[in-house]
Structures are given as C-alpha cells and as structure tokens.
C-alpha cells in the first residue's frame, strides 16, 4: 500500500491519503498508442484562484465525461487562527468542492498530528492517473506523481520563469508592472514551480486593468479565469500526454531582474511602514495591495504596534517642511483641546488626522489608527492617550500650528 506524504520543502509533513504503487518514470508509463485513457483527476487546492479551476474541470467533466471521468479533491484542515488561536477557519477549498459534489480530502500538515491512513481514492474502481495542483502550498511527493500515468500539472499565475513562489499576485502590483500572465507547467516533486512549461501566455503578457489602482482582489479575479481557462485547454487537448513538448524551461532567468526572479510569502514585515524610507508612491502601492500597513509607536513601557487605517495625501498650506523630519508624525494644535471633537475639518485637510512627512516631502494623512486586536480609533486622541505628543515643539502654517510627536514612529 503506497502512502501519500505531502511536504513543504524537504520536510515531511502528514500522512492521509494512500495511492497505488509506485511505478515507472512518468516518461516511460505512457502508452505509444495516440489514445488516451479517461482521467481520474486529484485535484490539491486551497483558495479562490484554485477554486477558479476546480469549477472549470468540473465543468469540463460535465460537458466531456469521456476526457475527464472524475475528480477527488484533496485540501487542508480548519486553521486556528485569532486572538489566542481559538477560531477555527476552514478552507474555502471544502465548501466549494462539496457544492460541486466532489469527494473531499482533508489532509493534516501539522507536524505534531497522528498518522492518519485513509483508503485511497479510487474512483470506479480506478486508480488516480493525472495529479494537479493550484495554489496548494504543498509538495506532491515522487510516489504519487509516478503513481499516476499522466504525472501532474500546475497552473501559476505568472509568466513562468518570473516571479516563481507563492506570492506571484501581490509581487506583480508590488513591482507596478503593467502585464501579467498565467503558465501551465508539470508538477515537479521537489520544487516548486520548477516544471516543464506547457503553455503560457506571451510575453509580454496582458494587460492589467487598470494597473495604477488595482487590488489584490482585482487582479486575482483576472488571473484566475485565465488561468481556468488555459489549465481546461490543456487538459481537454491533452497536452499532459507525453512525450511532452515544453514551450521553453523554467530554468532559462538570465533575462529576468533580480527583483522579479522569486515572489517570497507575503509576511507583516511587508506591511511595516519606513517612513523614512518610502516614497508616497510606495506607500499607497503598498496600501492598495497589502492593507492593513503599520509602525512602531515608541509608547511606554514598551513600543506598540499600531495599525494604520486609511492614508491619504494632503497639502498644508504654507507648512514649513524644513522643521519637520521625515517620519515624524505631527498633529494640528487645536486637535489636542480638551474636546477634540469639536475641532473643524475641511475637505482638503482633515485637522483631527495624525500627519506625517515622507522622504519625497509629500504630507499623508491618518484619521484612524487601532491596536492590535482592537477597535480603529481616531488617531489623535489615542497618540495623546500613549504619550506620543509633547505638544512643545510647534511648526505654523497658514492654517495654524502643528505639533509634532516627541519621537518617530519605527
């Protein structure tokens, strides 16, 4: 009985489903004939941009059940996530295969769970003979893609070689690049994003709608259905069935730039503001497609991250830049009375905000801010409430005083 270990990177992780033995090579499991068996296809998904493709297969196997015969679906566990970890959040996978009606397999990644054998999905009484993987997260191990005749197949939502990883959406609006693309490439069981390439969109690629303002949620809409509808045409013309014919290898990088080679993980590193460092232009980019950006606050007895609501670009009229050091948040004067709430704002220039000065001497503004795991808040009235405003060191303007915080926010 052959055992399904999924892995991400080198490192074993779980054990859950069981496959048929390990065969030959995939490039000497096929047959020489030019038919092609019915596919019982296992399809390892995690979110919308697999669903995407999930929804596509199973139609393909609606309309052309004697290309696709079946499909089992493999995902991972509810995650604890929240304060303290006690909320348990599925994966969207789960639900939207059970609409389709697929079988669904949950499979445990954490290192510290049991071993839990299952019996191994074999539809009709026939083994699982193509593997394919979206956005999954996880390593296909050698077993199983030699376990299957036609091996796997992965659909990335870029223009392979560029921006392998598992953040190629949100690196793409990072990077301001104006087009994209999607590749259908073979599974590799070792790395990622690392297989023979199929079939891909041409460079340059297409065109982002609207590249200057688009979300993450945007673009992943445009990609998915791309990607959906090229993983279909390969499959239904059966481009998995060797001998293989690679468009040109994930291994060719020379003419890529060093910044658009890999898309590492989005981590809150990523979101963490330096103030002295961005211009305004990276920090709305970053805005736009991350959300939720923060700093440092040096509060006592310990610094505090503070989370940022919405930032917008401001001009103060006759505001002596010169006295104000970038990264220094300041406040207007009349915002630290006694009763803020009484103070007036304009269109133009929110008096109640916490401002701040950029390295390229734009003014943005904040009008809420919150703790972690706690409510926003108007910004002003909780720098006061850290300490954070001296209220000594005062710059003018035509629209009166400023007064700046004691220290930067890191």
């Not at 397999?105 to 539809?123: G, L, M, N, R």
């Not at 026939?126 to 197949?153: C, D, E, M, Q």
């Not at 259905?225 to 090229?230: D, H, K, V």
């Not at 926003?376 to 303007?397: M, Q």
Request: charged fraction near 20%; proline fraction near 10%.
């Amino acid at each position: 009985m052959a055992i399904l270990i999924l892995r991400k990177g080198a490192r074993a992780r779980a054990i859950l489903l069981n496959c048929r033995p390990a065969g030959k090579a995939l490039a000497r499991q096929s047959s020489t004939s030019s038919s092609r068996d019915k596919l019982n296809i296992l399809f390892c998904g995690s979110d919308s941009f697999s669903i995407q493709s999930l929804k596509a297969l199973h139609q393909l196997h609606i309309e052309e059940p004697s290309i696709v015969d079946s499909i089992n679906v493999v995902c991972r566990p509810p995650k604890p996530t929240g304060r303290g970890l006690t909320t348990l959040r599925e994966s969207p996978m789960k639900p939207a295969a059970e609409e389709l009606s697929l079988p669904v397999h949950e499979i445990d990644t954490h290192p510290s769970s049991p071993i839990d054998y299952a019996k191994p999905p074999t539809p009709n009484g026939l083994p699982i003979n193509l593997i394919i993987a979206v956005s999954f997260g996880l390593l296909v191990p050698p077993r199983l893609l030699n376990g299957a005749k036609y091996g796997g197949l992965n659909v990335h939502p870029s223009i392979l070689p560029m921006l392998r990883g598992p953040a190629p959406i949100e690196r793409t609006l990072l990077a301001n690049m104006t087009h994209t693309g999607v590749t259908l490439q073979t599974l590799d069981a070792t790395t990622f994003d690392a297989g023979l390439i199929l079939d891909q969109t041409p460079a340059p690629g297409f065109p982002i709608d609207n590249p200057l303002t688009c979300t993450r949620g945007q673009l992943l809409e445009q990609v998915s259905r791309l990607a959906a509808e090229m993983l279909v045409r390969g499959v239904r013309s059966g481009l998995y069935i060797p001998p293989l014919t690679p468009v040109h290898s994930t291994k060719n990088k020379e003419h890529i730039p060093q910044h658009l080679a890999y898309a590492p993980k989005i981590t809150p590193e990523d979101r963490h503001i330096k103030w002295a460092e961005w211009t305004s232009t990276e920090l709305f980019c970053r805005q736009r497609v991350l959300k939720d950006l923060w700093s440092l606050a040096p509060a006592q007895p310990r610094a505090e991250r503070l989370i940022m609501g919405e930032i917008l670009r401001v001009t103060i009229p006759e505001l002596d830049l010169d006295r104000i050091p970038i990264g220094i948040p300041f406040a207007h004067q009349e915002a630290l009375r006694p009763e803020p709430g009484k103070v007036a704002t304009t269109q133009a220039i929110p008096f109640a905000s916490l401002f701040v000065r950029m390295c390229d001497d734009v003014v943005v503004s904040v009008q809420m801010i919150k703790r972690e795991s706690r409510q926003f808040g108007a910004a002003v009235p909780l720098a006061k409430r850290l300490g954070l405003l001296t209220g000594k060191e005062v710059v003018d303007s035509s629209v009166g005083p400023y007064v700046l915080f004691h220290s930067p926010l890191e």
